[in-house]
């Protein structure tokens, strides 16, 4: 355990140099004005900081992308509080407190409250990734081909389902459409060009950022062109530094809401919205004052955002330990890393073990900088909120395809930003998550080459998928996921409770 | 999307989705599996993509069974409700940004990259404003001021070439 600690501090060390502190407190900056503007999404903050960092060290890039990160989760609080409008995705859960506390004259106490929630989350989720990532990696050692390929598939069926809880099945078809989009192009086997149809820019692959940046970005500003002018209201900002008898009092939330922020981020695809939802839902259950909850609770507004601040740091829990995202910022952030040259998943505390404290320290310091700057000049830069979204919306299509552009300098990724931006725009409307589809891009090589290396060595057996303890485990999970969301299930398991009850109530009578 | 015009989308979604994956299923099995060459045929390349077809195939039929059952394929178009979704002012915003953004998409390349985006920032702001010769001005300024930012400091400071 100390020796851990004295690699995070050397860590930690090499990156209190000027340099490294400016490249923090601007990127961190960056990222709560771009969690702040409607319409501009942590993910899409991420991909575009990627491609214009991408000269830069390898240690260098993925602080800057962690600080965006982390500062665009947090900064999307405020647009919630001040507009009743989340910022992020992430943020959702954070307007049905946030809002009603700003409209009581409130704002400045609720943005120093979701502050103080995502600087402690942030923290919590850290130290579970200090502690967990290592013992996850050494887990997936034991992953053989049909494990990964298990994993894969367990990957999408999950975030199909808790992205889309309304309809499963298009969260699943979502997923599946991104596992087909990973085959397009040249396979690592044979070298042979699948769905390429001659085109040699198809033969090469749907890369993930254009198609990223296309489906969080430009089909986001689609959407917000779609929708009616937001008018700003304009709210007094008292004192921003919380009490701290606010904070103790809610202790228990605090530590619930990052563990549950934690666990949440870390199952593959589901992000932070979600984490957040579930942190409030949990702390609303076991609140004492349920009837604040929706009124401006103070609560509410430390478990929504301690909630989806923890969920960072557990996002990159598995881009470390299995090279699988936990949410589609992660996502990015697991692709900057390979373009840098570093391989996330269970080999990574063997080939390069002490990138995972570099990250710890990485994580500590945008916390830092995220709290710091949360704190000050709040009044300066809640005035970026005026800009009217037809002045930033097309820089923002300027920066995408830039962005695009950058990685490989060929007009072919402009044009898959434009087409995934058009299809994501579509799956939006008709209420597809974009999350799986992403998701699959990103596991469709791992399901591909583990599927058929299973099936090589087994002759083309597919029992080992099923008997090996760890597939087994992967398949009960996967089938328990998908038949949970039938109905005959749903009412096989009601039928199957009730009879319980009656045979226990009938032994009792005996 | 209200819950019946959902129905219809899921009843045209479902049918482009079994086209898709039996279009893929189709392709992947007409892949070659390098037997001749000594390969494994469980390595073959169309394996994987095959099952993802099939996949495809079953969830869409399971969404097109449903939309079904809702009656999703009941689908009444007339042109009093063609000139109403276009007269939308939703509509009306969404298509002005499409419309823009896909041309400067065609035309990048083409035209130097600064009068480009000028042009078209100029445009997305001129289009969505009130239209006067005050406004004209400033977004025009604008246009000009955010290009001139955006070239050199991704040029200069990012080192990134521009399309």
Known sequence: MFEGLIQLGQELSKFLTPRFLFDVLWSTQLGIIVGMLPGLTATMGVALMTTLTYKFASSHAVLILICMYIGAIYGGSRTAILINIPGTPANAATTVDGNPLAKQGKAGQAMGIATTGSFLGSIFGMVMLAIFTPIIGNAALSFYSFEYFWLAIFGIVICGSLTAPKDPLKGWISGFLGLFIATIGMEAMHAYRRFSFGNVNLAGGIQLLPAMIGVFGFSEILMVMKQPAVRIVSNKIERVIPSLKDILKYWKTIIRSGFIGTIIGAIPGVGEDIAAWVSYDFAKKASKEKEKFGHGSIEGLIAAETGNNAAIPGAIIPVLALAVPGSAPAAVLLGAMLIHGIRPGPLLMIENPTFIYQVVAMLFLATCAMFILGLSFIRVFVKILIIPREKLMPVVFALCVIGSYALSAKMFDILVMTVFGLIGYAMKEMDYPVAPLVLGIILGDLLDSNLRRSLILTDGNILPFFTRPISLVFFLFISITILSQMKWFKNLLKTLQLSIKKVFLKRKMI | ?163
Not at chain 2, 46 to 51: H, Y
Not at chain 2, 80 to 85: H, M, N, P, V
Not at chain 2, 132 to 160: D, G, H, M, P, W
């Open chain 2, 1 to 163: 999307m209200k819950p019946k015009d959902m129905n219809k989308a899921d009843f045209f979604t479902s049918i482009f989705l079994f086209l898709l994956g039996l279009i893929v299923f189709i392709i992947s099995i007409r892949m070659p599996t390098f037997r001749e060459l000594g390969a494994n045929p469980y390595s073959a390349p169309g394996i994987v993509p095959g099952i993802l077809g099939v996949t495809l195939l079953f969830m869409s039929a399971i969404l097109f069974i449903r939309s079904v059952i809702r009656k999703g394929y009941k689908i009444r178009l007339s042109s009093q409700g063609l000139k109403l979704f276009f007269k939308n002012n939703s509509i009306k915003r969404f298509l002005i940004a499409l419309f823009l953004s896909v041309f400067y998409v065609i035309l990048l390349g083409k035209i130097n990259y600064f009068l480009l985006t000028t042009i078209y920032i100029f445009l997305f702001v001129w289009s969505f404003e009130l239209k006067t010769k005050k406004t004209l001005f400033f977004a025009l300024l604008e246009a000009v001021l955010i290009a001139v930012c955006i070239s050199y400091v991704f040029r200069y400071l990012f080192l990134v070439t521009l399309p």
